[in-house]
Each structure stands twice: as structure tokens, then as C-alpha cells.
């Protein structure tokens, strides 16, 4: 038994549920809806599908940097509203020559550097994960993340949902950020505390975000962000393209395909169960 897995949560119950489920195959990057531990202790393999989503995610993002950066959501309320001489108030950013700031340097990361170098923007990273010699001449690498979000115009984050992520943008780093700086936010809500980003946008520290996911998801109409003009927030739709969708979803069942064909799949996140012969033992065992 195998399951596609996108919206819903897989934890310890609903694997006790289903005794014969050999792999979770999630439509995406992210698993942080899967309860990985209980998943490995159940011997189930877990995959997912990493570059389904790069190409629109990475779209996106640098979509919801230029919208905050020219001010699009500003301009279009004050004309919605009869407003009138809105060139002589409109305050835009230029781009060029401009330091986009990338937390994480995985392959949506990589893509969002590549059409920001086309902007002719300077492009810095932080990733204690990636080994020096993976990254290019073109990027500048930063050891320490204040200093890179210090330093950048623009601040992407591209980082997994972990514990040890969690809350990462915080009312300290956020603080740390460049006067008059964006963040834009495609990878998890719960990175950044949506309180402490309006103090920051509050306070002027920050020129606007732009959100495609947050905590909680999707944001209550009465919410305050989606009404603030500084703030551009989309409902975690960036991987929502026809080729997007057709990549993640291909990949997520012919992961599960191979699993329950004995086949090792190309995304395995917990690979110790693969590597015990767990998945096979179990189906062998039913004989």
C-alpha cells in the first residue's frame, strides 16, 4: 500500500491505520507534515519530490520581490480608490545593482539566483549545509546569517521547516535586517513570526514582504497582513502551475510505483529504511 501524500498530516495514528502502507510519496519538496520518525520506526519509506517545484516556486518568488519592490499593491489601491497625482507619491525600488540575500542554497535557491542575476542584482547565500565548492563564482557565500540578511536588499528564504528552523525570523533577526529591506518568504510559514514581521514593517525597518505561505495557513480574512499595501501574501500557490502540478504529481506516483515494485525510488528522505530491507520484508511477509 502507498500513499501520494500533499495537504493532509501522516503521524503515528494514521500509520497505525493502515499496517500494510509501505511508502509515503509526498507531491513536493517539503515533509514536515509527515512524521518521519514514525514512518522509519514503521519501516515506511518516505519520498518527495524536490524538483517538481523549482521552476514556479522560484518564478514566484522573485514575482512577489519586484511586486513589493515597485509597490504594485500600493499604487493599484490608490487608484481603486480615485486617488489622484499618485505618480508624485509613488515610491519604488530599483533593483539593478541591488543584493538579494539567499537563506538556504538548494535548487529553488539556485534558480531564484540565476533569474536574479538577469536583473544584473548581486546574489549572496547562507547555507552551512552546502559545501563551498557548490557554489558559484557569481554568489557570494556568507558564514553567518545576520551578516547576510545585514547586508541584503532583498532577503529570500529557501530553508526546510525544522525544529531547528522554526520561528527562525524572529524579532532578533528580523531586527538585524537592513534598513528599509524585504523579505519574501516561499519555503514555510511557520519560519517567520508573522507578529514580529508587522513590528518590523510597523517601525520602518522593513520596506515590505511578500508571502506565499504562513502560519497559520491559510490566514483568516480578518487577519491584518493581506490588508497592509506593504505586504504582498499569496496562498501557498507557488507551486500551483500546470507544469509544476504535472511534475510533483508524476513523480509522487512513480516514486510509490517503485517502492511497491522493489525498486529503490530517486528521493528517499529516510534512507536507513531502505537500507535495512524493511519495505521488502513487510510485503514479503504477507505472503
Known amino acids: 500500500m502507498g500513499i501520494v501524500a500533499s495537504v493532509h498530516r501522516y503521524d503515528a495514528a494514521l500509520m497505525e491505520r493502515a499496517p500494510d502502507l509501505r511508502v509515503i510519496s509526498r507531491t513536493g519538496s517539503g515533509y514536515d507534515k509527515v512524521d ?3 514512518a522509519t520506526a514503521r519501516g515506511i519509506v518516505v519520498c518527495n519530490a524536490p524538483e517538481g517545484p523549482v521552476i ?4 514566484h518568488a522573485v514575482t512577489l520581490m519586484m511586486m513589493v519592490a515597485k509597490n504594485v499593491k500600493r499604487s493599484e489601491a490608490e487608484l481603486r480608490a480615485g486617488g489622484s497625482d499618485i ?33 544584473n542584482m548581486k546574489v549572496a547565500a547562507f547555507d552551512p549545509y552546502v ?11 556568507y558564514s553567518g546569517l545576520e551578516d547576510l540578511v545585514g547586508s541584503s536588499d532583498v532577503v529570500s528564504i529557501h530553508v526546510p521547516l525544522t525544529a531547528e528552523t522554526s520561528g527562525l525570523f524572529g ?7 537592513k534598513p528599509g529591506s524585504i523579505l519574501v ?3 514555510r510559514g511557520a519560519l517567520v513570526d508573522l507578529p514580529a514581521l508587522a513590528d518590523a514593517l510597523d517601525s520602518g525597518r522593513l520596506f515590505g514582504a511578500g508571502l506565499d505561505v504562513t502560519d ?34 508524476k513523480v509522487a ?27 521488502k520484508m513487510r510485503w514479503e511477509n504477507r505472503a
Not at 107 to 116: H, K, L, S
Not at 131 to 141: G, H, Q
Not at 171 to 177: K, Q
Open 171 to 177: 524579532a532578533e533577526l528580523l531586527g538585524a535586517m
Open 216 to 249: 497559520p495557513e491559510p490566514l483568516p480574512p480578518d487577519h491584518p497582513l493581506p490588508a497592509r499595501t506593504d505586504v504582498v501574501v499569496t496562498p501557498h500557490v507557488s507551486a500551483g502551475t500546470a507544469g509544476a502540478k504535472c511534475r510533483i504529481f
Open 87 to 119: 505618480y508624485a507619491r509613488h515610491v519604488g525600488i530599483e533593483l539593478d545593482g541591488r543584493t538579494l540575500g539567499l537563506v538556504g542554497f538548494g535548487r529553488i535557491a539556485r534558480r531564484v539566483a540565476e533569474i536574479a542575476a538577469g536583473l
Open 36 to 38: 518521519l520518525g514514525a
Open 56 to 59: 514556479s516556486t522560484a518564478e
Open 131 to 141: 559545501e563551498s565548492a557548490d557554489f558559484p563564482a557569481s554568489v557570494t557565500r
Open 253 to 279: 506516483f512513480e516514486q510509490v510505483m517503485q517502492v511497491l515494485g522493489g525498486h529503490r525510488p530517486r528521493h528517499v528522505v529516510n534512507p536507513e529504511v531502505w537500507d535495512r530491507g524493511a519495505p
Open 185 to 187: 518568504n516561499t519555503a
